[in-house]
């Protein structure tokens, strides 16, 4: 806040992972949207398509092909970009994401 309050940010960027889930990411653009500054969602697309879609000015949803591919196999419902874009499969409860556990548990320690 006081960044944002002393005008040193252009572009804030939140993880939901890492700001207290999809609340903390909502309050960030709360934040963002009272000193109109544009909010940028860091990695996790699959994760941030939808609060993203609930804030008036988003850019960019940050993608990486590397995290892509992770996500891809520990998770059934990650998204792909179409034409530069993600956008929520709506067909899909919550976030659209399941785990898959058996997958995963060989990562196991």
């Known amino acids: 806040r006081r960044m944002l309050d002393a005008g040193a940010v252009d572009v804030l960027q939140a993880d939901a992972t890492r ?7 909502l ?3 709360a934040l ?22 609930a804030v008036p000015d988003v850019r960019p949803l940050e993608f990486f092909h590397d995290h892509d591919r992770i996500e891809h196999m520990l998770f059934d419902g990650t998204l792909s970009p179409v034409g530069g874009a993600l956008r929520p499969d709506l067909s899909r409860p919550g976030l659209g994401l399941e785990f898959k556990r058996q997958d995963a548990a060989r990562f196991a320690v």
């Open 27 to 29: 309050r960030v653009a």
């Open 32 to 53: 963002c949207q009272a000193h109109a500054l544009p909010l940028s969602a860091h990695c996790a697309p699959s994760l941030h398509a939808h609060p993203c879609c």
């Open 19 to 25: 700001c207290a889930g999809i609340t903390g990411f």
